[in-house]
């Protein structure tokens, strides 16, 4: 995968779960360098130019064996950023709600901006459009588990007693993200730090009487 600015988008493939395949590792060795390959082209060429050809010549691999795993360059780039996004998106904890929540709106504004794995998220989001099937994947792979994400600064600030238990936090998670996503898929405005730090502290006002 291409480099970011940010540094933490960058995918760690060696430490991810093995893929079905031989004992010594050759298997994931190959299926990390597929998907490497895959949003790399992605970025590069664009969705509709992106080949399984392209792919398997990309990653030294035989096209027969991309197609043992996947069954479309639609199944390698949804496999491809989910484990770029598990690997990135998850908030940090410094017992700081206002600190942690501006970190990490500030962090998801710059993935889906600025890195590789972002592209690859709207070209999936406007090919899920007309694919109901990658439509229920996007929304089970992804974007569930990043709500849990999302709403991770809430919960540890109700658990150590920072934030009122009867917070709304899945509303508070659609005012500070929302305006993001709609940023970066509808209007392509600018995602600024300034942008998402108003969004958080505009929230967290409402939720304290700050």
């Known amino acids: 995968m291409g480099a970011d600015a940010g540094g933490g988008t960058n995918r760690s493939r060696a430490t991810t779960a093995k893929h079905r395949g031989n004992r010594h590792g050759r298997s994931e060795e190959a299926r990390q360098s597929v998907l490497e390959a895959a949003d790399d082209l992605l970025v590069e060429v664009g969705h509709t130019r992106l080949t399984i050809e392209g792919i398997a010549e990309r990653a ?15 199944d390698i780039l949804m496999d491809a950023f989910v484990q770029d996004a598990a690997e ?6 410094t017992e700081d709600l206002r600190r942690d929540l501006r970190t ?3 962090k998801v504004a710059h993935f889906l901006t600025a890195s590789d794995a972002g592209a690859v998220f709207r070209a999936l989001t406007a ?17 569930g588990k990043q709500r849990g994400y999302d709403r991770l600064p809430f919960e540890r600030a109700v658990a150590r007693g920072a934030l009122a238990p009867e917070a709304d936090i899945d509303f508070a998670v659609d005012q500070i993200m929302g305006p993001i996503y709609y940023r970066v898929l509808v209007t392509g405005q600018d995602v600024s730090q300034e ?8 929230v967290l006002d409402r939720l304290t009487g700050a």
């Open 60 to 74: 030294g691999v035989a096209k027969q064996t991309i197609y043992r795993w996947w069954p479309s360059k639609n």
């Open 88 to 93: 990135a998106l998850v908030p940090s904890d």
């Open 104 to 106: 990490h709106a500030r």
């Open 127 to 143: 090919q899920a459009q007309h694919d109901p099937a990658l439509a229920t994947r996007l929304r089970f792979e992804h974007l």
């Open 195 to 202: 942008f998402t730090d108003t969004l958080v502290d505009a």
